[in-house]
């Protein structure tokens, strides 16, 4: 028996997974809670497909189950939430491949039992974080990455998405994510220079423009935005590179190769391959597009990638590293007198903060869907988690004081709706609440704005790509105006479409416009036609202007 666990600890060491695997089926008719930890872990490091993620997750389970007050039962626990996690995370798993939500729910019984028995352990706190951001229940997340905090355990990755996740709530003030941002800055590793190849200033006929990414593909929102410089510049005065942070590739990220100079997959790279790779093109900009968003490798930036560093795009607050240079914002974003909350230079772009390139097929109006009805329908397709108790109470109002009115709500990313529809339950409207599931093709998710007459925006984290599609399609978007970057991006948008009076000044004032609109038809006719017909000759999809202002930034800033 010696011999065999020579054997297992042999072949993990040399990284023979499948052998492994092999060895432990097969020699082993009890396996013991650390004999299936190992072979769940070698299965995910083997190969991270559907079924050996079911049955690393079952293994994990069982391991935990036999043992669940020893150490190694501990450690298969925490195996189990986050393979159950990841798993869940995954857009290809087959809907009825698990019962995730029973299976959450299980784990958070297993987590109780287990915090009650072990006491205060870091990486326990972390997976109960990870499974209540997964039921959409985002007070308890931040609960509990408060705990670590409280604690002294964050770490970058933990605290980033304590940061992250208080964008939803109505918690914080911009000081706060300025001071807990300037905080992350100390987690982030500094590697040192001797490892690291030196930018060296050449004076090039080009300006050259980095790009970094974790989402060059498909329909991901970020194209859209990225399509709109990437398509109209002047190549004989910038040289564009692609950085590339996934292993997965397709056709958009293809078509988007062939619009730039260099594209590099930096994925598989470490830290120091990562920055030399990039660092070794001296480039004059680099746009972190990420932030701190759940696929960041935002520690590449703290060791400077460019000669200057600037934040744009995905992510629509400070990051607080100091080498972070610039944020491109607009006017409407973020007021001259609360430029002492973002660390970053602000940058103010004319008109808007960033320009959709549209769609390349016909656009056409869309007779609003209450001609047919004789309803109102209202709709959202932001991601859930932007659904916080206040939103809900709102839309709750609206749809109590507009009569028979409906509300269609669509998420872009994966979420339990358990939570959201008891709330709406709790506010006797959750009948006229309809949910509907994701569409694997694009167009039939563009397509499911000709269901709705008016759009309503989150808050305080607004939806940015939702609000443009929204308008491209011709609908009215509802927001509130914000007190930072981040919960500002809808009056923005409505600004530059001359929507100014769409943009809701608190809570009452949001329920007082909707109302108005959903029970005035030809106020919402004679709308819905003025955004079709001017949305296009807007800022928001001007791909020309915004581009010709966007490099004429970067020729001013550069000197």
């Not at 002047?234 to 293809?254: A, S």
């Not at 443009?468 to 399609?473: G, Q, S, T, V």
Request: glycine content about 4%.
């Amino acid at each position: 028996m010696k011999e065999k666990f020579e054997k297992l600890n042999k072949l993990f060491v040399e990284k023979k997974y499948s052998e492994l695997i092999f060895l432990i089926e097969s020699s082993f008719d009890q396996k013991t809670s650390r004999l299936l930890n190992v072979l769940a872990v070698a299965r995910l490091l083997n190969n991270k497909n559907q079924k050996s993620f079911i049955l690393a997750i079952n293994e994990f389970k069982e391991g935990y189950t036999q043992e669940p007050k020893s150490q190694i039962g501990l450690e298969c626990l925490k195996n189990y939430i986050n393979a159950l996690v990841d798993f869940y995370d995954q857009k290809n798993v087959s809907d009825n491949s698990l019962n995730f939500l029973n299976l959450f729910n299980e784990a958070l019984d297993f987590l109780d039992k287990a915090h009650k028995h072990f006491g205060y352990d870091p990486k326990l706190i972390s997976a109960t974080a990870r499974i209540y951001k997964r039921l959409n229940d985002i007070d308890k997340t931040l609960y509990y990455y408060s705990i670590l905090s409280k604690k002294g355990d964050l770490n970058s990755t933990t605290l980033s998405s304590w940061i992250f996740f208080n964008n939803y709530t109505n918690s914080w003030t911009q000081k706060d994510y300025f001071k807990y941002s300037k905080l992350l800055d100390n987690y982030l590793i500094k590697y040192p220079e001797e490892n690291l190849i030196q930018l060296k200033k050449q004076n090039y006929s080009k300006i050259k423009i980095g790009f970094f990414s974790s989402h060059f593909h498909g329909n991901h929102s970020i194209t859209y935005f990225l399509k709109t410089i990437l398509e109209n510049y002047d190549f004989n005065k910038f040289e564009i590179y692609l950085y590339l942070n996934n292993k997965f590739e397709d056709e958009g990220t293809k078509y988007l190769q062939n619009l730039v100079f260099k594209f590099k997959n930096i994925f598989f790279l470490s830290d120091v391959e990562a920055i030399n790779s990039i660092r070794s093109d001296n480039l004059d900009f680099i746009f972190d597009l990420e932030g701190i968003t759940s696929s960041n490798r935002i520690t590449l930036f703290k060791n400077r990638l460019a000669f200057k560093q600037v934040s744009w795009l995905g992510y629509c607050n400070t990051l607080g590293i100091a080498e972070m240079d610039y944020i491109f914002t607009d006017p409407n974003l973020i007021f001259s007198n609360e430029a002492e909350f973002y660390s970053e230079k602000i940058i103010y772009l004319p008109n808007i903060w960033n320009c959709h390139s549209g769609f390349n097929f016909s656009r056409t109006e869309n007779i609003t869907p209450y001609v047919k009805n004789k309803y109102i329908t209202f709709g959202s397709f932001n991601n859930f988690n932007k659904i916080n108790d206040r939103v809900i109470n709102v839309w709750s109002q609206i749809l109590k004081r507009v009569n028979n009115s409906k509300l269609i709500l669509k998420s872009s990313s994966k979420v339990e709706t358990d939570r959201l529809k008891n709330i709406f339950k709790q506010n006797s409207v959750l009948e006229a609440v309809k949910f509907l599931d994701p569409k694997k093709e694009f167009k039939d998710h563009l397509y499911l704005y000709r269901n709705i007459d008016i759009a309503l925006d989150t808050f305080p984290y607004n939806g940015v790509t939702t609000s443009f599609e929204a308008i491209w399609m011709g609908i009215p978007v509802i927001t509130m105006r914000g007190f930072n970057f981040n919960s500002r991006c809808g009056e923005s948008i409505n600004k530059n479409i001359r929507m100014e009076k769409l943009i809701a000044n608190n809570d009452e004032d949001y329920i007082s416009k909707a109302i108005n609109i959903g029970n005035n038809r030809t106020n919402l006719l004679d709308l819905r036609k003025e955004i079709f017909e001017n949305s296009l000759n807007s800022s928001l999809f001007n791909v020309k202007d915004f581009a010709y202002h966007f490099y004429s930034t970067l020729i001013k800033i550069k000197v």
